[in-house]
């Protein structure tokens, strides 16, 4: 049986968009983040940019699903 592990998008997200990607809660998500807020950065608006999610991503890992 082969799996295949598709990665997700690198594009702008809100914080929403990243709970349901992760499949975590919005206060699990806001726990997670907390320890790498300076490196972060604020949301510019409702919105993480690119830069952001990059640095997301690294920390907390690549979020894919697996088929």
């Given at each position: 049986m082969k799996r295949t592990f598709v990665v997700k998008d690198v594009k702008p997200y809100t914080m929403k968009e990243l709970c349901k990607i992760y499949?975590?809660?919005?206060?699990?998500?806001?726990?997670?983040?907390?320890?790498?807020?300076?490196?972060?950065?604020?949301r510019?608006?409702?919105?993480?940019?690119?830069?952001?999610v990059v640095i997301i991503f690294t920390n907390l890992g690549i979020p894919g699903e697996l088929e």
């Open positions: 499949q975590i809660s919005d206060k699990t998500m806001r726990k997670w983040l907390k320890p790498f807020s300076q490196q972060i950065g604020p510019q608006g409702h919105i993480y940019n690119v830069a952001q």
